[in-house]
């Protein structure tokens, strides 16, 4: 099955706007033919995007080491648990409001899926749905909440609900997130919730959310614990993707102990980590900048909800790793990781400053001191610095592409090659050329790594 790039995928279903002409009337979306055009028309100009590799599941190579291993009676099986990405959890929204901002919202529901069910950005329906996904902040107790009253939201847990970003099969073959990985794993014996974990959350909060009580490394360290316990005091081999690698090295350099790590982690694997953040998380809050959208698609809604997300405020470049780099550039001056802050307040973006503030020294540079593997895509471009014609953000600026996975530059990717002298513990460092962010979980050479160090080897070319 082939892989969509999930962030791809976000910025064009997040935020529908006027329908396009060729589309003929809105309300023609409502029906049963209106709605199989939109969804194609929400595809056309991303399928460019798609992962064109075949399923590895079906690779000789693949085939051979997955019969193999089941043949085996002395193999290893380390529980595995699969940390997701930014937009990678399912989330899902209970209502009981008093008010809405437009009279065709809906007052009261059920738990419904808001993240991700494709109706839910038809236009109009859209309004409703950004207004109660949308986030607020408190600096003082760093608690993020809905922005709305009423609105309650979780996450969608278990090994089923962290397959695909939309279940429903509308976009089902163009997200995929851990279905392949999942796929293989259980075909040589791995068993949901017992040694095969998922550990999705809520992607939106940022990381100073993460220490409270009940929080997202209250949870990991639970979930690790449980599997320890689970499989005969057997060590977990944790594997994440994209935001999800900033999150667990987080976790192990801060919340746990080394006595803690030796006892439960087994490696970690971390796939196309956003460890040092992106200049298009800046670009992004600032300006209303997606390119190649269809004309139906506002990205002034985009950048609405990522104003409120803590999590791209945490994404943003870590002014330590990058140094002098120049993300931005007006024609009166050029903007570093340094000049974040000052930019922030100069555009009067005070709740997004102050997330900024509480998350910008809680950095993952740092070795986490347990063995890793760590691989990424390399050779694809990447959006990465932003040149505006003037001082005003508002704009749409021009695009500088770098080398990167098409998501996430190669300085940010590259982070861990460092650990390799800043630990004891191993580390295994390979880059991939022409794999792309999301395209990682299912490359061939990946899912066949993951199979053998679950299982107690070494990553085929090390």
């Not at 007052?107 to 996904?133: A, M, Q, T």
């Not at 490696?267 to 004309?295: C, E, H, K, N, R």
């Not at 959006?383 to 014609?389: G, L, V």
């Amino acid at each position: 099955m082939k892989s969509f790039d999930i962030i791809t995928l976000t910025m064009l279903t997040l935020a529908v706007g006027a329908v396009n002409a060729d589309m003929g009337n809105w309300k023609d979306l409502y029906t049963e033919r209106g709605k199989d055009a939109f969804v194609n028309k929400m595809k056309e100009p991303y399928i460019k995007y798609q992962n064109e590799e075949k399923n590895p599941l079906r690779s000789p190579s693949v085939r051979s080491f997955i019969n193999k291993l089941k043949a085996s009676n002395k193999k290893k099986m380390y529980p595995v648990m699969l940390v997701t990405a930014l937009l990678g959890a399912q989330l899902e929204a209970k209502l009981d409001r008093k008010s809405v901002p437009y009279f065709y919202c809906k007052k009261k529901s059920k738990w419904e899926l808001i993240w991700v069910n494709i109706e839910d950005f038809l236009p109009f329906i859209i309004d409703c749905w950004e207004d109660n996904i949308k986030l607020k902040y408190d600096a003082v107790t760093h608690v993020y909440s809905p922005a709305a009253e009423g609105v309650q939201v979780r996450v969608r847990t278990g090994i089923e609900n962290i397959r695909f970003i939309d279940p429903s099969g509308l976009l089902k073959s163009l997200t995929g997130e851990y279905n392949t990985i999942i796929n293989a794993l259980e075909s040589i014996g791995y068993q949901q919730n017992k040694n095969l974990i998922a550990a999705p959350y809520d992607w939106r909060v940022g990381a100073d959310s993460y220490y409270l009580p009940n929080g997202i490394f209250h949870n990991l360290k639970k979930m690790i614990e449980g599997a320890y316990a689970n499989n005969s005091n057997t060590p977990v081999v944790c594997v994440a993707e994209s935001l999800g690698n900033p999150v667990l090295t987080l976790f192990l350099n801060t919340y746990v102990s080394e006595a803690w790590k030796a006892k439960y982690i087994k490696s970690y694997i971390a796939l196309a980590g956003v460890f040092a953040g992106a200049g298009q998380t800046v670009a992004g809050v600032l300006s209303p900048i997606l390119d190649g959208l269809p004309d139906f698609i506002d990205p002034n809604i985009i950048r609405t909800l990522a104003r409120s997300f803590g999590s791209i405020a945490w994404l943003f470049p870590n002014a330590k790793y990058w140094k002098d780099y120049v993300f931005l550039s007006t024609p009166t001056r050029n903007y570093t990781a340094s000049d974040i802050g000052a930019l922030l307040e100069q555009q009067s973006l005070h709740g997004v400053y102050e997330m900024y503030l509480n998350n910008k020294d809680l950095t993952t540079l740092q070795a986490p001191n347990v063995t890793v593997y760590c691989w990424h895509g390399i050779g694809v471009k990447t959006p990465n610095i932003f040149q505006y014609d003037s001082d005003n953000f508002d704009q749409k600026p021009k695009v500088i592409e770098v080398d990167g996975d098409g998501r996430v530059p190669l300085p940010s990717l590259q982070v861990c090659r460092r650990w390799k002298d800043e630990q004891s513990q191993p580390v295994s460092y390979r880059s991939l050329p022409g794999v792309t962010h999301v395209g990682i979980l299912s490359n061939e050479r990946v899912v066949l790594d993951i199979l053998s160090v679950a299982t107690g080897g070494q990553p085929f070319s090390d």
